[in-house]
């Protein structure tokens, strides 16, 4: 009886130990699965943010593009009046030199109108001080005392700033 006990205990612990074993083997399968669902689920989410961030690119890029194109037709349209004063000007006779000066004054008054209007500004010339980053000297000249050291003397060719870039430098001739 002895042995058929320790049989039975043997043949129970082999159970046992089987069904342990077979335990041990779902739960690295369901582990295994669930690892799966977890890296398909990463990959979609990440498939789907690149999509969105495509999409995003290029309807940013439509808006711009948008933006782009009311810009110079509000720009356009500012300086249209000055274009009409020209051909004006063009057509006119001179009969009056100083009634056609004064006309061409008044176009100039008017692009230069237009200009402030789309926040194009003149750069200080004459008696201001040299800048580097909105003056190109071509000229220099003596001093006449220590204040005017670096002081712009002449203006060749004026300069012109949209906000705080600088469109052309102004050409200068500076005291040193």
Known sequence: MK??????????AEAVT?????????????AEEILKKQLAEAED?????????????????KERE?????AVADTVSKLLATVDNLE??????????????????????????????????????????FDPELHNAVMSAEAESEEQR????AVFQKGYILGD?????????VAN
């Open 3 to 12: 042995k058929d006990n320790q049989k039975e205990i043997e043949n129970q």
């Open 18 to 30: 089987e069904a342990a074993e077979a335990e041990n083997t779902a739960c690295e399968e369901s």
């Open 45 to 61: 989410k990440y498939l789907r943010l690149a999509a969105e961030f495509d999409n995003y690119k290029k309807r940013t890029a």
């Open 66 to 70: 948008a933006a782009n194109k009311y």
């Open 88 to 129: 004006r000007a063009a057509s006119a006779s001179i009969d009056n030199a100083q009634a056609y000066a004064d006309g061409v004054a008044l176009v100039l008054k008017g692009f230069m109108d237009a200009l402030t209007a789309i926040g194009v500004s003149e750069i200080p010339g004459e008696g201001s001080k």
């Open 150 to 153: 670096d002081t712009v003397v």
């Open 165 to 173: 870039k600088v469109i052309r430098h102004a050409m200068v001739k």
